[in-house]
């Protein structure tokens, strides 16, 4: 009866779809734009066709450099309206009959229009604009249901994909920056932006590469791989206030509670938020679908560098948390903009684990350890940020950046362990238990400073930053090691101590730079110079317990420390850069002064001084071959510092079964590194290709280097090798088919294979491992709007590591993994949505599961004429979340299982407010515009 009402659904869609296409048709349009005054074409004018009955967008194209545009789609209209509109000129409208497929419209002559006015009209009407570096779309043009927010909004934007986390891909690149008229509004969760504000107060979507801000003030290019996106507030509407409140009730006693108010006054913005729950999630939910189940919700397959790994459920320990946060920002008079946040977050965390591990040593003998734990935190954090940007006249702008964090943790915690031998005879244990309360204090300003020098691109910029970091920590300990081995020279340690730690590290960095343009606005070289100093000192004392005096007064120096770490780097650079309208390359070489110093005042014979000195090189070239598809390459060499702990010649006890010692002739490392991209987005046919390579190869890389002893307790060091490299790639495309104004089909296909090969030691024995994987991945997503959305992804990981030592044998591993998203949206008003997570390996030993279901569920209902929401969630529908793993590798099999979060079933309710824009502006149909 199942599989039968499986077929049955398949062939009802495919008969829906099959009859959607049959009704649509496909076109191509082309023309050539014309400016009437001197014939010239016009360059980055829009043209965008529009159903003549509701005036929705069918797709639109920007003209290039030769005024030539192309509009190519699928229309089950028989005629459809053409715009051109052109900042300057009069608006240009006709209508198309679609009776063939290809129509040349040959040369449209754009004639003038010196009405200033009307071409402010003609601008905001446009669906599209191009305004230099910057897409812009008329939030107007674009139609949604009545109660759309802003991510709705944006899943309607042609080029834009909005994932299942609120995740952003714009043209195929990813948002990593979210602004409200220009200023940050909560940017640690844009989902809060996105899911919070509504469509009707907006007016304008702003699309450009990101930048930072005296990037953008002096003229200079931004991350070309990221986009920022701006949402522009209707003047009329950016008054008043609105918000959400939320809270929920579920099985064995879960809540969750949230709040959000926001006042809007022009420029002046104050915003509060407010949560909790005890479901592991870390943030602010409101109850909602999409963010309900914090911590993890779904089955977890990693691939390790040295084996495979499986994983079912999700998460680790039970979290009880709370949050509160504020934001406010405002106009200072005519030169200064001020941003100010304060957040607060508290939680409670319990978790209990067990783990077994087989471990395999380089000739080939094997030993056991098993190990358990449990430990409570309880964790206080708050953190402050102010910004103000003063512009002292249009050249000239200042940036400061103070904030201030405290945190508390509060953590008690009980462990044991043993190791056995090949012949599982039992050859030391330990146990310990620990009560730790530890205070951290950051203080951090920056200030920027960028002034622009003539017409001709040239800057000077300044940039400072000062960060200072106190951390206290009390450590009351109790802890036994017993050895067992009869030859062992060893004997038993027991501890009953405090440990008192203050760790202060200041970290002081200047930067400037000088811009001298040798060709304006084209070629430029670029002084630099740079300076830091990371100063550390870390006092250490433990005392242990003293029978006589009764309290901890022994003074014990082998397990204390006294030091003090200064690393000092000076790095003048030369950067040359040339800029084109379609393709630009820089250089950049930087030599690096570095100065170490260790000053041990318990240990003065472990102190030292090193002065280190390499080259640093950066190439770019980036090349845009037209508005849809570009290539880049990247060159670095980069190297880097030992640690100056790694260098001292110490004997660190802290761990009685784990000691290390620092190689004071460990030597800095090199890396070469590669990366060229192709990306070409066609939002014509609605298609994406992206493919990347990315290569490295390390020189006098560290590693650590362990012996193991008779006892099984291990002692490390560190050392540099040569001789690893990393490869790795991926090949994507996507292609999205419109069937009518409602309906679209997008399908995905990837690949990603690398080749990795790592130098590593196995009880003093080197040898190397090569990683070789490729993971192929295929899926779609069907969406009708208002009806429902499908989403079903599968990815294969295939991974194969080889050895050269012949103790090793080399391994394969395979998994398979499914994940299927749903959401129903009918009846009306009644939303159904699904997450349901398969996962499958066919490697893993007898009597391991080698598959596992996750699946999540959540119905809502919309009251209150859409201001209210009702929903009814369950995590993990199957009871399937045990959190047991398998971790395979060529030293070790791992057995392991924690405390995790269980099935439960919750009822929310939501409630929306706002008055922001007068009550009534939105129409009374299923569907509005502005």
């Known amino acids: 009866m199942n599989k039968f009402c499986f077929y049955l659904a398949v062939f009802c869609i495919t008969i829906t779809f099959s009859k959607a296409f049959s009704q649509s048709k496909s076109f191509q349009i082309s023309g050539t734009i014309i400016a009437q005054d001197d014939n010239n074409p016009l360059e980055s004018a829009t043209v965008y066709l529009q159903q003549i009955a509701d005036s929705t967008l069918v797709t639109y194209d920007i003209s290039d450099d030769h005024g030539e545009f192309y509009l190519e789609g699928k229309t089950n209209q028989k005629q459809l309206n053409l715009f051109i509109s052109y900042v300057g000129f009069k608006k240009h409208a006709q209508i198309i009959k679609i009776d063939t497929e290809k129509i040349d419209l040959h040369a449209i002559i754009l004639e003038p229009d010196n009405n200033v006015l009307d071409a402010v009209v003609v601008k905001s009407s446009a669906p599209v604009m191009i305004k230099k570096d910057t897409l812009e779309f008329n939030v107007r043009s674009f139609k949604t249901k009545r109660d759309a927010n802003v991510e709705d909004l944006l899943k309607e934007l042609p080029g834009v994909e909005v994932d ?128 309900m189940f914090g911590g993890g919700n779904g089955i977890s397959i990693k691939n390790g560098s040295l084996g495979g790994s499986q994983g079912y459920g999700a998460g680790k320990g039970l979290v009880e948390s709370e949050n509160i946060g504020a934001n406010y920002a405002d106009e200072l008079g005519s030169l200064v903009d001020m941003t100010a946040n304060y957040f607060y977050s508290g939680s409670e965390s319990d978790d209990k684990s067990e783990t077994q591990r087989e471990n395999i040593l380089a000739d080939g003998t094997r030993y056991y350890t098993n190990s358990k734990s449990t430990s409570f935190n309880n964790s206080t954090n708050h953190s402050s940020n102010l910004d103000f940007d003063i512009e002292i006249d249009s050249t000239f702008l200042i940036n400061i950046s103070p904030s201030f964090k405290y945190a508390k943790n509060e953590q008690i915690s009980r462990s044991s362990s043993d190791a056995r031998n090949a012949d599982n005879e039992l050859t030391n244990q330990s146990q310990s238990e620990s009560i730790i309360d530890n205070t951290t204090q950051r203080l951090r300003n920056k200030l920027y400073a960028t002034k622009r020098i003539g017409n001709k691109g040239a800057f000077v910029k300044l940039y400072m930053t000062s960060d200072m970091n106190n951390s206290k920590t009390d450590n009351l300990l109790n802890s036994e090691t017993n050895f067992f081995e009869e030859n062992s020279t060893s004997e038993d340690i027991l501890r009953d101590q405090t440990i008192d730690s203050d760790d202060k590290t200041g970290n002081t960095f200047i930067f400037s730079s000088y811009r001298l343009p040798i060709l304006a606005n084209e070629l430029f070289l670029d002084f630099r110079y740079s300076y830091r100093r990371i100063k550390r000192e870390n006092t250490k004392s433990t005392f242990d317990f003293d029978d006589v005096t009764g309290g901890y007064t022994s003074f014990n120096a082998d397990l204390s420390k006294n030091y003090e770490h200064i690393t000092a780097t000076s790095s003048p650079s030369l950067r040359l850069e040339y800029r084109k309208k379609n393709w630009s390359t820089s250089i950049q070489s930087t030599y690096l002064s570095r100065n170490l110093e260790n000053k041990d005042a318990l240990r003065p014979v472990t102190n030292l001084k090193r002065k280190l000195e390499a080259l640093e090189v950066r190439y770019r070239f980036n090349y845009r071959f037209s508005s849809k598809s570009s290539v880049g390459f990247n060159y670095t060499l980069d190297n880097e510092a030992p640690q100056i702990g790694r260098l001292q010649n110490f004997r660190d006890e802290t761990n009685p079964l784990h000691v290390y010692t620092g190689n004071p002739d460990l030597k800095a490392s090199n890396s070469h590194k590669i990366n060229l991209h192709y990306k070409v987005f066609n939002f014509q046919k609605d298609t994406d290709f ?12 560290p590693i650590s280097k362990t012996i193991i002893d008779d006892n099984l307790a291990r002692e490390t060091t560190y050392t540099n090798v040569n001789g690893g490299y990393n490869v790795n790639g991926r090949i994507s495309f996507s292609k999205q088919v419109k069937i009518d104004s409602v309906k679209t089909v997008k399908f995905y296909v990837g690949v990603r294979p690398s080749v990795r090969k790592s130098i590593n030691f196995n009880n003093g024995v080197q040898y190397a491992s090569t990683v070789k994987s490729v993971g192929p991945s295929l899926g779609l997503r069907l969406r009708w709007r208002d009806v429902l959305e499908f989403s079903p992804r599968y990815r294969l990981s ?50 391991f599961q080698k598959s596992a279901w996750f699946w999540n ?74």
Request: glycine share 8%; charged share 25%.
């Open 798 to 847: 295939f991974t194969k590591n080889s050895y050269d030592i012949d103790s090793f044998n080399d391994q394969e591993f395979l998994y398979h993994s499914l994940n299927l998203r749903s959401a129903t949206f009918l009846p009306k008003d009644f939303e159904w949505r699904n997450n349901v997570s398969f996962s499958y390996n066919p490697n893993i030993a007898a009597g």
């Open 164 to 291: 299942e986390d609120g995740k952003l891909i714009i043209n195929g690149k990813e948002v990593d920056k979210i602004l409200v008229n220009g200023k940050p509004f909560f940017a640690g969760d844009p989902t809060i932006t996105t899911r919070n504000l509504t469509k009707d107060l907006i007016k304008k979507i702003q699309i450009m590469d990101t930048r930072t801000k005296a990037e953008a003030f002096a003229g200079e290019q931004g991350d070309k791989t990221h986009k920022t996106l701006n949402l522009v507030i209707d003047e009329k509407k950016n008054r008043g206030v609105f918000g959400r409140l939320s809270a929920g009730l579920g099985t064995d006693k879960h809540y969750e509670y949230a709040g959000m108010f926001n006042y809007f006054d022009n420029d002046q913005r104050l915003s509060v938020l407010s949560g909790g729950n005890d479901i592991n999630s870390p943030g602010f939910s409101f109850g909602e679908i999409r963010k």
């Open 690 to 701: 992206y493919t990347y390579f990315n290569a490295s190869i390390d020189r006098d890389s």
């Open 857 to 930: 569920s959540t119905l809502a209902y919309s009251v209150l004429k859409d201001q209210g929401t009702m929903t009814l969630k369950v995590y993990d529908l199957l009871n399937q979340n045990t959190n047991a793993r398998r971790i395979a590798t060529q030293n070790y099999i791992q057995d392991s299982q924690s405390t995790v979060l269980q099935q439960y079933f919750m009822l929310s309710f939501s409630w929306k407010f706002n008055s922001l824009g007068k009550a009534g502006i939105i129409n009374k149909g299923k569907y509005s515009r502005g």
